[in-house]
């Protein structure tokens, strides 16, 4: 058995579905950046909870699982020998893109006064 914990966005809307014998899931594909440019496939399944956090996402939304696992290959259609993962969820957290900060100042830098050439700065002080 391999444990993984793994970030990525997924590929289409999750499909909820129900077993033969009534048990409700939750199936989607993850797509993972390799970290060499290229993509790695997870499809996930979640049962319970995680099935209902799973079915909650859409499209392109981005994730952090955790799950048991099993490798799978297959050929894709160019003949290509590819490797993926089959993942079953036991936590799922959506990610958020990290806010921009936003400005306190009252104007950009560009619009502030540039100094100029007037009469040099007296500091002295008349008591």
Not at 50 to 56: N, P, S
Not at 82 to 109: C, H, M, N, W, Y
Request: hydrophobic share 35%.
């Amino acid at each position: 058995m391999i444990r993984t914990l793994c970030t990525g966005t997924l590929y289409g809307d999750p499909q909820s579905r129900t077993s033969q014998n009534g048990k409700p899931f939750t199936t989607a594909r993850l797509r993972a950046d390799d970290g060499k440019g290229g993509s790695v496939w997870l499809s996930l399944i979640g049962f319970g909870s995680e099935a209902d956090a799973l079915a909650r996402l859409k499209d392109q939304s981005a994730v952090a699982i955790s799950g048991k696992a099993t490798l799978k290959t297959w050929t894709d259609k160019q003949g290509t020998p590819q490797a993926g993962l089959d993942v079953v969820i036991d936590q799922i957290i959506t990610l958020r893109a990290k806010p921009k900060a936003q400005r306190t100042e009252p104007f950009s830098r560009s619009a502030r006064p540039v100094a100029t050439a007037a009469a040099p700065f007296n500091d002295a002080l008349d008591f």
